[in-house]
């Protein structure tokens, strides 16, 4: 079996300040496999921005990891320094954001841009790097990509941007791609065209990506496998048709009872109560317990399980809501 | 029977040209955006009706010239049996009120939460004793909330706020433009369920403005499909997820992602939202259509009776519907 491309291992993100060290990311462990997708989602607050930002060392003081080991390929990358990080991404890493307009130069012609980020991570000259930059668009789908070079990105449209984004965060063959809410800025036929090239482009490469989303409709349509976090913590992963139809941590379960296109004939959606705590007032124990239905006294007490130390655990809590086959 | 609400023939379009002295100087035309073009229909007291679009098709414009917060170009706005635009009064006995998407920006951050509920009844000159508290308790938050500041609460509780505030003044015509849009799953299906219960409680009837399909289905009586300004669609909700008539209804609904635990193969929509200032000639669809012959490009489908549902499309009767997902 090959190592993965990425493994997280018990990481910690903290954030210092006078009220006290809140830990926005807290002690998550999770690998992904060369060509897979995984889908990490959450709602506001969960850290899941957070999870990814701190494995490409994009946290912005005071926050920064506390504890835990990031792997790359088999190296240790979470205590590099920030000049050996910026070599790695791009290179090895590439990200793909949520707004397009505000992750490309909006003062430089594309095809710079392109021909910049290659030749600073690949040994190539002026003349090679631009045929990269025009086979880069012409895979994402940009038509006459030639001509397209010249062009700056306020002349293109929302979706063809994000292609240009995606050309941009490929054209120096990453072995992981992060994407942050690449297609929440998106229409709804854009965001299909968008997923599909993803899901395309990295199934080709055997590039792995960690898809970072608020929307379980799109990760449902994209992932391998789903990492669901609240409040800072895994709460289960596991393969995503399992995770969406057989639920075993009751967060998951109430966020699938809450998705109103599997509430079809249902006259009330079923919610969950409260809100998620905020990063200075974890409950104890399980995060979840005050909103749990199924909360027992040891919830309140002890911190469930940590997933990823045992292969086979799927839900951190005491107890998993079975499903009858 | 006349409806509670009647749309007919509604159009807005919008000034885009530059200042006048460039246009002398370059010799440029006049440019008029056209959000709004030719819109017509019914909604029923106490009934739901949707729109749904994806950006720039025209559907928040709608809502604000339903909402009396803009004037029409062409066509009227009947509530109630009177012209909402024309008699001064009417705007006044229609009781109209409206929920916007973002709870962070639409209540005053510098005013109490009592004073921000009661302002609609301040303005219509009615009794504000007590009635903060009694909205508050209405809508799932506690009376003691009237004293605060908007931001001391989440997200969700704040459009349970603009939801008290818009029952302030007794509507019976409330207008949601993207009510959910801002807000996670979980507090989403807080928020549906607390809109479906006060819709029972007190009779209101719902203008429902939305992008997200799967909200729209668990939510509309009637759902209107709009696509640069014009109205493509408009049937319930059972018929149009079971049988969709318009090829652009059938594109959205193929691209919408869906979480039914089936990997789906589906043909891409084809291109983007053409620019509203200058919209194809004929059939607004026509160049992304895959049907498409030579009569849609030249002349504009009118919006006629097929089975019980509204299509404009000239083909509806021929065009065979895919399997229903």
């Known amino acids: ?325 | 029977m006349t409806a509670f609400v009647e749309v007919t023939r509604l159009g807005r379009s919008f000034d885009v040209s530059k200042p006048w002295l460039n246009r002398v100087i370059e010799r440029l035309p006049r440019r008029r955006l056209v959000a709004v073009s030719d819109v017509s229909f019914q909604i029923e007291e106490g009934a739901v009706y949707a729109l749904v679009g994806e950006s720039g098709s025209g559907k928040s414009t709608i809502g604000r010239m339903l909402a009396g917060l803009m004037t029409p170009s062409e066509g009227a706005v009947r509530v109630a049996g009177s012209d909402l635009h024309a008699d001064s009064g009417a705007r006044k006995t229609a009781r109209i009120q409206m929920i916007f998407q973002d709870p962070y920006a639409s209540l005053n951050p510098r005013w109490r939460v009592r004073r921000i509920i009661c302002e609609p009844m301040v303005v219509t000159g009615g009794e504000t004793e007590g009635l903060a508290e009694r909205l508050l308790e209405q809508v799932g938050l506690s009376a003691e909330d009237a004293d605060k500041f908007p931001h001391e609460f989440s997200g969700g509780q704040r459009q349970r706020i603009c939801i008290a505030r818009a029952l302030a003044a007794n509507p019976r015509l409330i207008i949601c433009d993207e009510p959910t849009s801002a807000l996670d799953v979980s507090v989403q299906a807080q928020v549906l369920n607390l809109m479906s219960d006060l819709r029972d409680e007190l009779g209101l009837t719902y203008m429902f403005i939305s992008h997200d399909l799967t909200v729209v289905r668990h939510m509309a009586d009637r759902i209107g499909v709009l696509y640069l300004g014009r109205l493509m669609e408009e049937a319930t909700p059972a018929q149009l997820f079971t049988r969709p008539r318009h090829p652009y209804t059938q594109m959205l609904l193929a691209a919408a992602p869906l979480i039914d635990g089936r990997t789906r193969d589906i043909d891409l929509p084809r291109g983007e939202v053409p620019d509203p200032i200058s919209p194809p000639p004929g059939c607004a669809f026509n160049p992304r259509c895959p049907f498409a012959v030579e009569l849609c490009r030249k002349q504009r489908p009118e919006l006629r009776d097929v089975d019980g549902v509204r299509v404009a499309c000239h083909l509806a009767e021929q065009i065979g519907t895919p399997p229903a997902p």
């Open chain 1, 1 to 325: 079996m090959t190592p993965p491309v990425l493994s997280v291992r018990n990481l910690v993100v903290a954030i210092p300040s006078r009220a006290g060290v809140s830990r926005p990311v807290n002690n998550i462990s999770y690998d992904i496999a060369q060509g897979e997708i995984l889908g990490v989602v959450g709602e506001s607050g969960a850290g899941k921005s957070m999870a990814g930002n701190a494995v490409i060392g994009l946290l912005d003081r005071p926050a920064h990891i506390a504890s835990g080991e990031v792997w790359l390929n088999g190296r240790r990358i979470d205590n590099l320094g920030p000049e050996e990080l910026r070599r790695i991404r791009g290179r090895q890493i590439g990200m793909v954001f949520q707004d397009p307009l505000t992750s490309l130069n909006p003062l430089l012609r594309i095809g710079d841009q392109l021909t910049e980020t290659i030749r600073e991570h690949l040994p190539m000259t002026a003349a090679q790097a631009r045929d990269r930059a025009v086979a880069a668009l012409e895979e994402v789908g940009i038509p006459a990509a030639a001509e397209r070079l010249n062009s700056y990105p306020h002349e293109f449209s929302g979706g063809m941007r994000q292609r240009v984004v995606i050309a941009l965060a490929l054209c120096a063959e990453p072995s992981l791609v992060i994407a942050d809410e690449p297609t929440t800025a998106l229409d709804v036929s854009v965001q299909a065209q968008i997923i599909a090239l993803l899901k395309r482009l990295c199934r080709d490469r055997g590039t792995a990506v960690m898809l970072v989303t608020h929307d379980m409709g799109v990760i449902a349509e994209a992932a391998d496998r789903v990492a669901v976090m609240y409040a800072g913590r895994l709460a289960e992963l596991g393969p995503v048709r399992s995770v969406i139809n057989t639920p075993r941590h009751p967060y998951a379960d109430g966020l699938m009872g809450a998705m109103p296109s599997l509430a079809v004939g249902q006259r009330r959606l079923r919610q969950i109560p409260g809100a998620m705590p905020r990063p200075m007032n974890i409950p104890s124990g399980c995060a979840f317990s005050p909103r749990c239905p199924r909360a027992a006294d040891k919830c309140r007490i002890d911190p469930p399980p940590t997933l990823g130390d045992d292969p086979k655990g799927r839900a951190a809590c005491w107890f998993p809501m079975e499903h009858p086959a």
